[in-house]
């Protein structure tokens, strides 16, 4: 009945992970002197989402998550993921060759320290690492009495003999009407933020800065429109973009050559070079940007200039435009999940449908629009057990049949020319228990919360994340996972550097939009997890406040499954805002979806009796 054009189901694990290739690896580093090798999930732009070419950790570990890191030596292994995927590492990874470590619990650099013997030769690629983070384990590998050796030919890469290609997208412009501003007022204002620290050229390594200065996308990485491309912004004169040239069309590139001078990848490591031999001052940020960029220019003469990515808090904050996309991208969005949720409703008491089946059906409905440009990640649609897994990804040898008393937790978005949309919803099948009910509750007083929130000028998300969780903390509960993360216009749907999360320092400002999804999960039985798109705008006037007030406007319309709240564990101003939401969400959509899912969806949103 359906097919989904932009998600495989293929097993990927299947394909890597065994034994052969960390021997391989093994014979490799001691053929060059190496003791051990530490594979980052990476590429060179330190992208969350890599293009095929760049899995390595993945071809050497079976690992498939979006966050981790391996280190080989020649007698052990051990693989770190953060606790997004604490359960799903330990279906994919054999523990046999890899012990398993928790990425922020024990780090990398401590195991280092740790483990690593005296006199070991580690090696590492510095296109693979960023500034701060080669620094780390240089203080780590010394602190084992050991080494750290630069490489500058991967030596996975010599024993991955079947490796893809790179991605050859086409770049696209990004028009003017969903970008809202034009390149000159963009350059003109990351000039502006650069003034101070002096330098004499600005390196823009993130290919979503890049995307966004230029009003370019592209296809390079699944599911997130960018072209991978580096740019230089020098304090005077002609800016320069560097990519693939196979990608640009001749309208394209002579659009792109009147606002920068478009140079090959190649040339941008000559550049720097350059600029390093010249004795010039280049800014980088050493946050996101790969050491090796920091090592062609002071191992050059140059010198660096260590500062925050200017790009980064621009593109948070959304123009006008993009406000109106995004909110015109979420009515849409949320039109095709509510059909999905009504179509979900009738079929799967009768206990036929299947993961894949669900997953398919809702990139259906929002194919249907005409508009979807692609999904926004992999959706993640978990029933009963798989729901506990926080990041799931289904492939044909785990599609589960949803059954009658599950929990079905599905997290989906899609890529839209006016805006990128991301929406959790947990759904009960048949009837579900008193624990289920708790829970669910917990966590919706906790999205409530944060709904709600009114807050100061310059609060950050680290200070708002506790309002998620404390209805869980006080059931002794809590989840593994930040609170919410901000979300990119037309770009990827995780995008810094603001996040409702405990490690979350940057101040939230009027135009963000993040998102709000607290979750619960009980491994073996069930996950739960309520995610809507949020907005920071003014909040309502409050008599004699002394500082300026935020609040956050709900974005995403779709409706919450009421059978799974518990109402006397509500209290009345969370009862209000529940009956206010759905009522928005049924004045928005009834007028734009069939009349079967109009009738389901007045029935959804009725307002919850007490």
């Given at each position: 009945m359906f097919e989904a054009h932009?998600?495989?189901?293929?097993?990927?694990?299947?394909?890597?992970?065994?034994?052969?290739?960390?021997?391989?690896?093994?014979?490799?580093?001691?053929?060059?002197?190496?003791?051990?090798?530490?594979?980052?999930?990476?590429?060179?732009?330190?992208?969350?989402?890599?293009?095929?070419?760049?899995?390595?950790?993945?071809?050497?570990?079976?690992?498939?998550?979006?966050?981790?890191?391996?280190?080989?030596?020649?007698?052990?292994?051990?693989?770190?993921?953060?606790?997004?995927?604490?359960?799903?590492?330990?279906?994919?990874?054999?523990?046999?060759?890899?012990?398993?470590?928790?990425?922020?619990?024990?780090?990398?650099p401590a195991w280092i320290e740790a483990n690593l013997p005296a006199a070991t030769r580690l090696g590492y690629s510095p296109w693979l690492h960023t500034v701060d983070g080669a620094e780390r384990l240089a203080k780590a590998v010394a602190a084992a009495d050991a080494s750290l050796v630069a490489v500058d030919d991967n030596p996975l890469d010599a024993v991955w003999t079947d490796r893809p290609p790179p991605p050859a997208g086409a770049v696209v412009l990004h028009d003017l009407r969903y970008a809202g501003e034009d390149v000159a007022a963009k350059l003109a204002r990351v000039r502006a933020a650069t003034e101070k620290p002096v330098a004499d050229a600005l390196v823009i390594s993130d290919p979503q800065a890049a995307a966004w200065l230029f009003n370019i996308r592209g296809s390079d990485i699944a599911h997130t429109p960018v072209a991978l491309a580096f740019a230089l912004v020098p304090r005077e004169g002609r800016p320069a973009l560097y990519l693939d040239g196979r990608k640009l069309g001749d309208d394209v590139r002579h659009r792109l050559e009147e606002l920068a001078a478009v140079r090959t990848e190649g040339e941008f490591e000559r550049d720097l070079a350059a600029l390093g031999g010249e004795k010039r001052a280049v800014r980088l940020d050493p946050a996101i940007c790969a050491d090796a960029i920091a090592r062609l220019v002071t191992g050059n003469g140059g010198k660096i200039v260590r500062a925050g990515d200017p790009v980064a808090p621009m593109k948070a904050v959304k123009n006008a435009a993009e406000i109106a996309g995004a909110?015109?991208?979420?009515?849409?969005?949320?039109?095709?999940?509510?059909?999905?949720?009504?179509?979900?409703?009738?079929?799967?008491?009768?206990?036929?449908?299947?993961?894949?089946?669900?997953?398919?059906?809702?990139?259906?409905?929002?194919?249907e629009s005409g508009l979807l440009k692609d999904v926004s990640f992999p959706t993640i649609a978990g029933a009963g057990p798989n729901g506990a897994i926080v990041h799931y990804r289904v492939t044909r040898r785990s599609n589960r049949r949803i059954a009658a008393g599950e929990l079905f937790l599905v997290d989906s978005g899609g890529q839209?020319?006016?805006?990128?949309?991301?929406?959790?919803?947990?759904?009960?099948?048949?009837?579900?228990?008193?624990?289920?009910?708790?829970?669910?509750?917990?966590?919706?007083?906790?999205?409530?919360?944060?709904?709600?929130?009114?807050?100061?000028?310059?609060?950050?998300?680290?200070?708002?994340?506790?309002?998620?969780?404390?209805?869980?903390?006080?059931?002794?509960?809590?989840?593994?996972?930040?609170?919410?993360?901000?979300?990119?216009?037309?770009?990827?749907?995780?995008?810094?550097?603001?996040?409702?999360?405990?490690?979350?320092?940057?101040?939230?400002?009027?135009?963000?939009?993040?998102?709000?999804?607290?979750?619960?999960?009980?491994?073996?039985?069930?996950?739960?997890?309520?995610?809507?798109?949020?907005?920071?705008?003014?909040?309502?006037?409050?008599?004699?406040?002394?500082?300026?007030?935020?609040?956050?406007?709900?974005?995403?319309?779709?409706?919450?499954?009421?059978?799974?709240?518990?109402?006397?564990?509500?209290?009345?101003?969370?009862?209000?805002?529940?009956?206010?939401?759905?009522?928005?969400?049924?004045?928005?959509?009834?007028?734009?979806?069939?009349?079967?899912?109009?009738?389901?969806?007045?029935?959804?949103?009725?307002?919850?009796?007490?």
């Open positions: 932009f998600q495989s189901f293929e097993d990927r694990a299947d394909r890597a992970g065994d034994a052969s290739r960390v021997t391989a690896l093994r014979a490799e580093l001691k053929r060059r002197g190496l003791d051990g090798f530490v594979v980052p999930r990476a590429d060179r732009f330190q992208n969350e989402y890599v293009p095929p070419a760049d899995e390595r950790l993945l071809w050497l570990t079976g690992f498939t998550g979006s966050a981790g890191l391996a280190i080989v030596l020649a007698d052990r292994a051990v693989i770190f993921v953060d606790g997004r995927y604490q359960l799903q590492v330990r279906e994919e990874v054999d523990e046999t060759i890899f012990a398993v470590a928790h990425l922020l619990e024990n780090p990398p909110r015109a991208a979420q009515l849409r969005d949320g039109a095709a999940v509510t059909r999905f949720l009504a179509w979900f409703d009738r079929e799967a008491p009768g206990g036929r449908l299947t993961e894949i089946d669900a997953v398919e059906a809702l990139e259906s409905f929002r194919r839209y020319l006016d805006g990128t949309t991301d929406i959790t919803r947990t759904v009960a099948v048949g009837t579900p228990s008193a624990d289920m009910r708790k829970n669910f509750t917990r966590v919706l007083k906790g999205h409530i919360a944060i709904a709600r929130a009114v807050f100061p000028d310059g609060t950050s998300g680290a200070q708002l994340d506790s309002f998620a969780r404390q209805f869980l903390w006080q059931a002794g509960l809590d989840f593994d996972h930040g609170t919410g993360h901000g979300v990119g216009s037309y770009l990827s749907v995780h995008e810094g550097p603001a996040r409702l999360s405990k490690l979350g320092g940057a101040a939230l400002e009027r135009g963000m939009i993040l998102s709000n999804e607290p979750g619960y999960y009980r491994a073996g039985a069930y996950g739960i997890r309520i995610e809507n798109l949020i907005l920071v705008i003014e909040a309502p006037p409050v008599a004699d406040a002394e500082k300026p007030l935020n609040a956050f406007e709900t974005l995403t319309l779709a409706p919450i499954d009421t059978r799974l709240i518990e109402p006397a564990m509500l209290g009345t101003e969370e009862s209000s805002w529940l009956d206010a939401y759905h009522a928005r969400v049924r004045e928005a959509l009834a007028p734009i979806v069939d009349a079967p899912t109009r009738d389901w969806l007045i029935a959804a949103t009725a307002p919850l009796g007490r």
